[in-house]
């Protein structure tokens, strides 16, 4: 089992829609969650960072964790053409994990949305 | 402010030949990674320093060594290049301390003959 899985995609959205991206772990103690965008060709970047459970909003994004069932998504509320990337999901072990110090991404689930 | 500068951005290796990857923060981070990434795969850690003068294995550290050289510095050395390791090869920092994200280098794409 991989520590953290994402389904790779792609997933389909027509412009305005929701886009709804998740990601599950498998340490148990992981503390900190980050959600990256890599267009191709590029580095990744930052979209969203949560560290406790329930929502966390900022514009158009939305991450969700719920660490009881360690299980963390990224919302895109009226999805663009411009948001067609491949969303990384990112794992920190927290202290006592096996993982403490590394910082572990998921196999990243390609988006597209249609105009 | 250059933020990660990786160094060379383009390699093109024949099988058996070494080279060393560099990598540099101005951010005074604490924690340095290397990744891998191949399509469909996404990024998968080699090797990592959580702090100056400590490095340990990540998810695929074989044919791979790392030093950190100081704080600013993390390199990553092939010492006998094999087809397998064509990739794209990213390095990152954070400053762990204080849970921050971590940011990238722009890659080097390397390619393996």
């Known amino acids: 089992q991989k520590e953290v899985e994402q389904n790779s995609g792609p997933l389909s959205v027509p412009e305005g829609a929701i886009a709804s991206l998740n990601c599950t772990y498998s340490d148990r103690v992981s503390q900190s969650f980050f959600w990256y965008r890599q267009y191709s060709g590029k580095s990744p970047e930052l979209i969203m960072s949560i560290y406790s459970n329930g929502d966390k909003e900022d514009g158009r994004f939305t991450a969700q964790l719920n660490k009881a069932s360690q299980y963390v998504s990224l919302l895109i509320r009226d999805s663009q053409p411009s948001d067609s990337a491949t969303y990384l999901c990112a794992v920190d072990g927290g202290l006592g994990s096996s993982n403490t110090g590394k910082l572990i991404f998921g196999q990243g689930t390609t988006l597209q949305v249609k105009p | 402010n250059a933020g990660v500068t990786q160094t060379p951005k383009f390699q093109v290796l024949k099988t058996g030949q070494s080279m060393t990857l560099q990598c540099a923060q101005d951010?005074?981070?604490?924690?340095m990674y290397w990744y891998r990434q191949d399509p469909g795969m996404g990024l998968r850690l080699i090797y990592y320093s959580a702090s100056e003068g400590t490095t340990d294995k990540g998810e695929v550290p074989n044919g791979y060594n790392v030093s950190r050289l100081n704080k600013r510095e993390f390199s990553l050395r092939l010492e006998s290049a094999a087809p397998s390791q064509t990739s794209v090869y990213f390095c990152?920092?954070?400053?762990?301390?204080?849970?921050?994200?971590?940011?990238f280098g722009q890659g080097t794409r390397l390619t393996v003959v």
């Open positions: 951010m005074n981070h604490n924690s």
């Open positions: 990152a920092s954070r400053d762990r301390a204080v849970d921050t994200e971590a940011f």
